[in-house]
């Protein structure tokens, strides 16, 4: 008898979101692929996060792949010349300065590329149209016009069964998507979120991702496994 | 006077197609930015000619990012385990052995990050859906959904007027790309379209991508200014 468990490609950045998503893929049955990128991203501990999240996470297997995205600089997240901003706003209808062009157009076109080389026909992606609703590449049309792009794009889609794009994240917020890691066992103290971590992988505390996350385990009544580094 | 010009990012593999894109892009008056891989192909002599070609033509710039979608194996341009065709039957119902998965998405995604990070609204690529009917990325209604994505996926999309993804040889044969490249003044030599090309550049005169080649300078009676091996 054959045990047909079908694979999923999962985009695994080392972060909160992306850990949940995982948990959600392995409890659905597939075979997990994580994918994660070295794009010279300033908090490139959470590489170090995607590994440990990818092994306790069950993961079949896990590629980190080199992207230069960086090189071409415009983002504060790569570009040393543009800081990351503290204790801003939350402005949802201003895209942040954190902002990576194209980023998740990218992201999901290397995970295609590794989804149809591997016979996986499912792509997992933790975008998050409630807390990142500044970012373009997180909304519910991108993910859809990335699916239909899939699908008119590859011999997957055009001889096969085709590509779906799953975004299950999209439109929870923060405390849920905690509450649904923990149902599913995550450990978020591997994961990283901070924009801006020490060398060690301390959290800022300051920036937005590492403020939105600190929220989110408070409204989720959870407590904040986040070790932060001590304020100046 | 401020004299605005248009900048476009034009995708250079070093082959006949697109060099004529980029005099195509030239003679529509931008600036343009030549964008090419090195993804681990086994014609990595094309980059060389990519070089040539770029500067030949006018480019402001040439970058050449690297790209690892060859590690993830899957086709015999980045495959060692899989043979190059020679002499094949064009079959056009049928995707090559030489498609590699999802590269055009992957390369137009590269494409819109460098656009929108250099301040560039047009992207021209030199897919063509005659020659290359067999594969799944060089049809019309890819290059409209990528379109759609695009300006959906970016800040540019959002904010701004948009991206326009610009295939000037979608729709014709090789003879009408080298008609319309000699007129613009395209130095053919320069170019490397071979799949299997020996160390030193020269064309094996087998593969699909030569007969390809060598049938359109027949048909557009130009003399055919590539050398090819000696016939062992």
Chains 1, 2 share one sequence.
Request: aromatic residues 8%.
């Amino acid at each position: 008898m054959v045990d047909k468990v079908d694979k999923a490609v999962v985009l695994l950045s080392g972060g909160l979101d992306s850990a949940t998503v995982l948990a959600i893929a392995r409890n659905e049955g597939y075979w997990t692929y994580a994918l994660s990128f070295d794009y010279g991203q300033r908090h490139r501990i959470e590489l170090e996060a995607a590994r440990r999240v990818a092994h306790a996470g069950g993961a079949a297997e896990h590629r980190i792949l080199d992207l230069p995205i960086g090189k071409l600089g415009g983002s504060a997240l790569t570009d040393d010349a543009i800081d990351v901003p503290k204790n801003s706003e939350f402005e949802h209808a201003v895209i942040p300065v954190t902002y990576v062009p194209a980023r998740n157009t990218v992201f999901l076109s290397m995970a295609l590329a590794m989804a149809e080389t591997y016979g996986a026909r499912d792509i997992f992606i933790g975008a998050n149209a409630v807390d990142y609703s500044g970012y373009p590449d997180c909304r519910p049309e991108f993910i859809s016009a990335f699916e239909n792009l899939a699908n008119l794009a590859t011999r997957e889609g055009v001889e096969g069964e085709g590509f779906r794009i799953r975004a299950p994240l999209i439109d929870m917020s923060k405390a849920d998507i905690i509450n649904t890691g923990v149902k599913l066992g995550v450990d978020y103290s591997l994961t990283v979120s901070c924009y801006n971590p020490s060398t060690d992988g301390l959290a800022c505390g300051e920036c937005d991702s590492c403020r939105l996350r600190a929220d989110g385990f408070n409204r989720a009544d959870v407590a904040d496994p986040t070790v932060y580094r001590p304020v100046r």
